[in-house]
Antibody, heavy 119, light 113 residues
Framework: QVQLQQSGPGLVKPSQTLSLTCAIS??????????WHWIRQSPSRGLEWLGR?????????DYAVSVKSRITINPDTSKNQFSLQLNSVTPEDTAVYYC?????????WGQGTVVTVSS | DIVLTQSPDSLAVSLGERATINCRSS????????????LAWYQQKPGQPPKLLIS???TRESGVPDRFSGSGSGTDFTLTISSLQAEDVAAYYC?????????FGPGTKVDIK
């Protein structure tokens, strides 16, 4: 049974970096079938895909254009997890952040982390 | 980017009655190499992450009640709840995984009349 467990702070100051981690159990971040995503949800933006990381013969990342200059998604094979870093946050980055596994569609989701950007 | 629109924004249906939600894509999500529509439906209840109901436009996930069904191809899709139950009160989203950026519809809220 695949599970994703999110961790990270719920409050980030403006201009600082949002950092979240998604720990994987029951699957491998290095899977040659799956991909690992971050999505966020807010009343103003709805469900917004942020980016993914996946391994085939090498690691590949794809990012949404809206955050491309500020985002990094990193796999950590030693801990079987992946992370999200979003730099230079503003109040508009306030949202619920989810990690998810893609095996075809997005079949497994983390529990969600409410992140508020505020001083 | 592929834009997904959903209709209606919300609907209220009597218990046991049919609920129908539509999703339209700005371009086809039918992938020629596998002849599959890369379109999924999710259910989300307050305080919970989205739950996958239907993938490949019409394939019900294991454990999902058979009152949920998906249909359509190309650019027009439908999620049908054949006999609404109280536990089906939720928001429903379509999503395309045909190409990045993967996009979601704005959602449809289903309630009991």
């Amino acid at each position: 049974q695949v599970q994703l467990q999110q961790s990270g702070p719920g409050l980030v100051k403006p201009s600082q970096t949002l950092s979240l981690t998604c720990a994987i159990s029951g699957d491998s971040v290095s899977s040659k079938i799956g991909a690992w995503h971050w999505i966020r949800q807010s009343p103003s933006r709805g469900l917004e895909w942020l980016g993914r990381t996946y391994y085939r013969s090498k690691w590949t990342n794809d990012y949404a254009v809206s955050v491309k200059s500020r985002i990094t998604i990193n796999p950590d094979t030693s801990k079987n997890q992946f992370s999200l870093q979003l730099n230079s946050v503003t109040p508009e980055d306030t949202a619920v952040y989810y990690c998810a596994r893609q095996a075809g569609s997005f079949d497994i989701w983390g529990q969600g982390t409410v992140v508020t950007v505020s001083s | 980017d592929i834009v997904l629109t959903q209709s209606p924004d919300s609907l209220a249906v009597s218990l046991g009655e049919r609920a129908t939600i539509n999703c339209r894509s700005s371009q086809s999500v039918l992938y020629s190499s596998n002849n599959k529509d890369h379109l999924a439906w999710y259910q989300q209840k307050p305080g919970q992450p989205p739950k996958l109901l239907i993938s490949w436009a019409s394939t019900r996930e294991s454990g999902v009640p058979d009152r949920f069904s998906g249909s359509g191809s190309g650019t027009d899709f439908t999620l049908t709840i054949s006999s609404l139950q109280a536990e089906d009160v939720a928001a429903y989203y379509c999503q395309q995984y045909y190409s990045t950026p993967f996009t979601f519809g704005p959602g449809t809220k289903v309630d009991i009349k």
